[in-house]
């Protein structure tokens, strides 16, 4: 009979190989920088979420006994407020909208704090205000706020239910795309934000805020179907409702985004 010293032995041995055989076959499959966005793919919660593959990193659950290390930020990387920015929302709202840290704040009519509750178990982060943002002072309050409305409403929920920010809290002049350094000066505020919510589940809508969030420069396609974590909180995202109005075709596959979405803060309540 096999001595079970010897067993347990090669059995520890081959999980090591196959745990290193996915830390490198990830590392090659993934196109962006940040090692931790890979190793940051959420884990599966297994009860009650539909099994969908690729939210799982490949054989992670058979591969990782509860007392092998598992993947994840350091604690030094969880969810923290920081302590140069106010630690209460009105605070930080009224800091922001005396904000003239870039060059935006001599465009801007108004800045663009949040819409939604600050109760939130729901986040869903956007891009940049646009120009009826900006004359509102709200998030997604034009075409493609609609668009957002009637996404939330589709996975039983209200605007009211959810909170609703952006990455930059000015209009960039016609809209244009966020520059790097707007995206730097503004980023504390939206860290903060998230820090003082501690919501269970961010929703990234379109390129600019999955990208600012996991600090990435993969593209859309290789980012969304797949559920990600930011500072220990899961992290879905989608396409931006502005170009499901521009490609109706993306449509389907921002709706199986959002079932993603649906799920797992059902799992993550139910919890
Ligand atoms: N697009 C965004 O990204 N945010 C808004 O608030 C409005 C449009």
Redesign the pocket.
């Known amino acids: 009979m096999t001595d079970p010293r010897e067993e347990l032995g090669a059995i520890a041995r081959e999980a090591r190989t196959m745990l290193e055989r996915e830390r490198v076959r990830g590392r090659e499959r993934v196109t962006f920088d940040a090692d931790s966005a890979k190793a940051s793919e959420v884990p599966p919660r297994p009860p009650g979420i539909a099994p969908a593959a690729a939210l799982v990193l490949p054989g992670f659950e058979t591969l990782v006994p509860q007392s092998l290390p598992t993947f994840g930020p350091p604690p030094s990387q969880l969810l923290a407020t920081r302590d140069d920015l106010p630690d209460d929302l009105g605070t930080l709202a009224r800091m922001v909208s005396e904000c003239r840290k870039c060059g935006l704040c001599e465009t801007r009519t108004n800045t663009?704090f949040a819409d939604g509750s600050a109760r939130a178990r729901l986040v869903f982060i956007?891009?940049?205000?646009?120009r009826?943002?900006d004359l509102k002072g709200?998030?997604?309050?034009?075409r493609?706020?609609q668009l957002l409305d009637k996404m939330i409403t589709a996975i039983d929920l209200k605007r009211e239910e959810v909170y609703?920010c952006?990455?930059l809290k000015c209009r960039p002049p016609e809209?244009r795309t966020p520059a790097p350094d707007e995206v730097e000066q503004c980023l504390p505020y939206l860290e903060q934000q998230l820090a003082l919510l501690k919501p269970a589940l961010l929703c990234a809508?379109?390129l600019?805020?999955v990208q600012a969030l996991l600090k990435t420069k993969a593209s859309m396609t290789s980012l969304r179907g797949r559920t990600f974590e930011y500072k220990g909180i899961p992290l879905i995202p989608t396409y931006?409702?502005?170009a499901l109005l521009r490609n109706p075709g993306l449509k389907r596959e921002a709706w199986e985004d959002l079932q993603r979405v649906r799920d797992t803060l059902r799992a993550r309540t139910a919890s």
Request: charged share 10%; hydrophobic share 40%; proline share 12%.
């Open positions: 663009v956007g891009e940049a205000p646009g009826d943002e709200l998030p997604f309050v034009g493609a706020g609703i952006n990455v809209n809508l379109g600019s805020a931006h409702p502005a």
